[in-house]
């Protein structure tokens, strides 16, 4: 079975500052996709990158990057220059391919922007 | 505009009375999903669809069923909701059906369900 974990309920970042939010994985299939996701308060789930188990660089997106560390299962996000609008609830997700498709959620973690 | 939609965005039901929750989507995605959201829990797949006609059960189905005679749409149905019930859900979808790992999946904007 899949599973992935957050440690971090809650954080609070410095206006412009860098932030990490911690993600670790567990599967027993090589080939899978780690996903980031923001959840404002309006509670829409929005999309921000993705990493593939055989990419050999990490991803970026913008201000988004994703640390992946394959031999420690780990894939943190990193958010530069923090904004204000980066207060959200954070998911880091997983699928693996012979799993349906399904997106196997860690709980979360609760960002918060202090200007 | 691609989108994934979802109606109603609230309701509040009571106990037994039965209630669809629709989700419609523009993309011509073959993959569709539900998924509920409770605090501490993250969130949890209820049921998904690879493609027409397509439907599995997903971590949480006990008390839904879904239907996919159409690929756009993947109604949720509650045939005899209880408080347990109440929740956030989602719709997503993606465009593959089921071989890669890597295909992106798009939420709509969530329904709040309430059920007394």
């Known amino acids: 079975a899949q599973k992935i974990t957050q440690t971090q309920p809650g954080m609070f970042v410095q206006e412009k500052e860098a932030v990490t939010l911690d993600c670790t994985y567990d599967?027993?299939?090589?080939?899978?996709?780690l996903f980031w996701y923001k959840q404002p308060s309006s509670g829409e789930m929005i999309f921000l990158i993705y990493?593939?188990?055989?990419?050999?660089q990490n991803a970026t997106e913008g201000r988004y990057s994703l640390n992946f560390q394959k031999a420690r299962k780990s894939a943190n996000l990193v958010i530069s220059a923090s904004q204000l609008g980066d207060s959200a609830m954070y998911f880091c997700?997983?699928?693996?391919?012979?799993?349906?498709?399904?997106?196997?959620f860690g709980g979360g973690t609760r960002l918060m922007v202090k200007p | 505009e691609a989108q994934v939609t979802q109606n109603p965005r609230y309701l509040i039901t009571v106990t037994g009375k039965k209630l669809t929750v629709t989700c419609s989507q523009n993309?011509?995605?073959?993959?569709m999903s539900w998924y509920r959201q409770d605090p501490g829990l993250g969130l949890r797949q209820i049921y998904y669809?690879?493609?027409?006609?397509?439907?599995d059960k997903g971590d949480v189905p006990e008390g839904y069923k879904v239907s996919r005679k159409e690929k756009r749409n993947f109604p949720l149905i509650l045939e005899s909701p209880s408080p347990n019930q109440t929740s956030l859900y989602f719709c997503?979808?993606?465009?593959?059906?089921?071989?890669?790992?890597?295909?992106?999946?798009?939420f709509g904007p969530g329904t709040r369900l309430t059920v007394l």
């Open positions: 997503a979808s993606s465009l593959d059906a089921g071989t890669l790992s890597t295909d992106t999946q798009y």
């Open positions: 599967t027993s299939d090589p080939s899978y996709g």
């Open positions: 990493q593939g188990s055989y990419d050999q």
């Open positions: 997700a997983m699928r693996v391919r012979n799993a349906g498709n399904m997106l196997t």
């Open positions: 993309m011509n995605h073959e993959y």
């Open positions: 669809s690879m493609n027409v006609e397509v439907t």
